[in-house]
């Protein structure tokens, strides 16, 4: 998410700042299946005010039926906490840091039609995505743009990655107003700076005059294809695993942006494409529809007889959707056979990683793993091996929305142990601010992988300078409800 009115106002009951979520296919219409564990709970109350304790017991009559740990919840859980505070008094052990498998992702909102919105690339917002860092030496702070969205008012406005904002509406920013000051009326100001070597902050009087709106999100900012050296490189930057444009009236059955995707192979396919450069640095994930789609697009002699991942949930759904679905065969994802993969003419992929790279990003890293040579480049990502659902009050009575650990997931050979997350083939850091363009050879992570391909650098890797490892407090990505997302849409 980016600048947005609400993202202050529920920032501190969310339970993370990466969710798990995946599209499950061939899920059945909620009236063939109930009564079983595939039909999400909803309120049994039906009049008067709705209170805390109707909420929390609504949270735990669902969590009791799909949540991963569900024989590991608390026996007597206290029902009068606040909702946010009684569904985290029910996640596994996930105060206990030394645990790699404890429940560090599942997520609570207050409103399940904003979470449901964002889930599907929708949400209030200039269209900026940035890191707040801090400048030393001071209380102030400031905003690194880490990329900018298509078709946003802020793409319009002139602002563009790698833009320094040092105040808004006229305010210094400081690590304690920053988000008031995002979050306040849908109008900003933002001024902008200059970075020295040295760190220093130095405003060159540049403004840009930008306005929120409910921006649709497209996740394919870029692709390109460069020949160097006799080899056909293609690239494209992707930031979520989202099929299409939102619908808020219905299932997401829109497939605009997995479309484009099967586009830009087409085009690959076409010109011939033999090396590929996929950047997920900052994509946290989204729909495994999609990222069945893009495995699909690039995996080396796949089809729809190859596993491209398997599902493990609790006993309660894994028995029930077995006698539902005549077997365990529901529990696992094939490969799609794609007319426009590209794998017969790849040795290997690279991909570009970092630490909000998660979920569905890192279900295609572990998918592609068994049928091809997959080598990652940037830092270690978040380590998410586990995914969820959105459940909601169908009868709208009450309106939180809840997205819980449901599954783990594993890959062809059974690997499953990524929840530390995959450590890079080649760890290469991007600059805290200065960043350059997507598609520029000189940036440092497409530089690393377009050498590691031909051979040849396009600009020399220089040692870091004390502006490039400023201190970061958070960033937007943080707060994209859907972050880390492989998401499975409940019948």
Request: glycine fraction near 8%; charge should be positive; proline fraction near 5%.
């Amino acid at each position: 998410m980016s600048f947005i009115n609400a993202s202050a106002l529920w920032r501190p009951l969310l339970l993370s700042t990466v969710v798990a979520s995946l599209c499950l296919t061939s899920c059945k219409k909620q009236d063939d299946v109930s009564p079983s564990v595939l039909t999400p709970l909803s309120s049994t109350a039906t009049t008067g005010a709705v209170t805390d304790q109707e909420v929390n017991d609504w949270i735990l009559a669902n969590m009791k039926q799909v949540y991963l740990w569900n024989d590991k919840l608390p026996a007597s859980p206290n029902r009068n906490l606040a909702p946010a505070q009684f569904f985290a008094s029910l996640l596994f052990d996930r105060a206990n840091t030394a645990n790699p498998d404890r429940d560090r992702f599942s997520w609570i909102q207050p409103s399940a039609d904003e979470l449901r919105a964002s889930l599907g690339g929708q949400s209030k917002s200039t269209g900026i995505e940035y890191r707040v860092l801090a400048r030393p030496g001071t209380s102030n702070v400031m905003l690194s743009v880490l990329y900018v969205h298509l078709n946003s008012p802020a793409l319009r406005a002139g602002l563009r990655r790698g833009d320094i904002i040092t105040r808004v509406n006229g305010q210094l920013l400081t690590g304690t107003n920053y988000l008031d000051l995002l979050s306040t009326g849908d109008a900003f100001t933002f001024a902008l700076a200059n970075v020295t070597g040295s760190g220093a902050i130095v405003e060159n009087g540049q403004v840009r005059q930008v306005s929120a709106v409910v921006l649709q999100q497209d996740p394919v900012l870029l692709d390109s294809v460069y020949t160097i050296g006799g080899r056909k490189i293609g690239y494209v930057v992707y930031t979520q695993f989202n099929p299409g444009l939102y619908n808020p009236n219905g299932p997401q059955t829109d497939e605009t942006y997995d479309n484009k995707l099967n586009a830009i192979f087409a085009r690959f396919k076409q010109q011939g494409v033999n090396e590929l450069v996929l950047d997920l640095r900052y994509n946290p994930g989204g729909y495994v529809s999609s990222s069945t789609r893009l495995a699909s697009l690039i995996g080396k002699n796949v089809d729809a007889s190859k596993v491209f991942y398997t599902q493990q949930w609790n006993n309660l759904v894994t028995t029930e959707l077995d006698r539902q679905r005549n077997g365990a065969g529901w529990r696992t994802q094939k490969f799609m056979t794609m007319p426009n993969n590209i794998g017969a003419n790849l040795s290997r992929v690279f991909i570009l990683t970092s630490g909000r790279t998660a979920s569905a990003s890192e279900l295609v890293i572990n998918g592609l793993r068994p049928f091809m040579d997959v080598r990652t480049i940037g830092t270690t990502t978040v380590g998410k091996n586990v995914g969820s659902i959105t459940i909601d009050d169908r009868r709208k009575r009450i309106q939180w929305g809840i997205q819980p650990i449901t599954f783990r997931s594993a890959n062809a050979q059974g690997v499953s142990d990524y929840g530390a997350g995959f450590v890079p083939s080649v760890e290469v850091r991007e600059p805290s601010v200065g960043m350059k363009a997507f598609g520029d050879l000189t940036e440092p992570l497409l530089g690393e992988a377009v050498f590691r391909i031909t051979g040849t650098r396009m600009v020399r890797r220089a040692a870091p300078t004390v502006a490039d490892q400023l201190p970061e407090l958070g960033s937007s990505l943080d707060q994209k409800t859907g972050g880390g997302n492989m998401f499975i849409e409940w019948p």
